[in-house]
């Protein structure tokens, strides 16, 4: 099934992506809809699962977090309780934010937020290299953000992903 997305639907995203916090009113005159008729189209895409929530970003430097580092994780074996173990595990680490299962050498990569190095450190030996069944941590700290959005664009038609 493919999803279609005319210019309001398409302009509703973006302009809530930029700015979650926009009133009704304001996105209406925005998108050049009624406001009822704006308010129909966000409830429409928020029941589709489109619209998946609504969150404020925090700036991780202005929070004692200026470091990235990503970090590939190999497991000792890649059974499916293995990785569950593994999984669940790794969501109870408040420093990571993001983890993937991946193809290719490492199973799995994460990004994890630090002060410095010595507060890697502490993560690496306190939490890492203690989850489930890990055999080899490799780490790359990111020198400078060159790239980072959080806005996805949205083309007129889009396959819906798992839910």
């Known amino acids: 099934m493919t999803m279609h997305f005319d210019r309001i639907d398409r302009a509703i995203l973006s302009a809530l992506q930029r700015d979650g916090r926009r ?21 429409q895409l928020e029941d589709a699962g489109v619209i998946a929530g609504y969150v404020m970003l925090v700036d991780q430097r202005r929070v004692g977090y200026p470091t990235d ?3 590939q994780i190999s497991l000792h074996r890649q059974q499916g309780e293995d990785l569950a173990r593994f999984e669940a595990a790794v969501k109870e680490v408040p ?58 664009p949205v083309r007129e038609s889009a396959a819906p992903g798992p839910r």
Do not use: W
């Open 69 to 71: 580092v990503f970090v």
């Open 95 to 152: 420093e990571v934010m993001e983890c993937y299962l991946m193809t290719g050498e490492a199973d799995y990569l994460l990004r994890v937020i630090v002060a410095d190095a010595a507060d890697f450190e502490r993560l690496h030996t306190q939490h890492l290299t203690r989850l489930p069944g890990v055999a080899r941590v490799h780490s790359s700290f990111a020198l400078r953000t060159v790239v980072k959005k959080t806005e996805i």
């Open 23 to 43: 009133s009704n009113v304001v996105l209406a005159e925005d998108v050049h809809l009624s406001e009822s008729a704006c308010l129909r189209r966000v409830r």
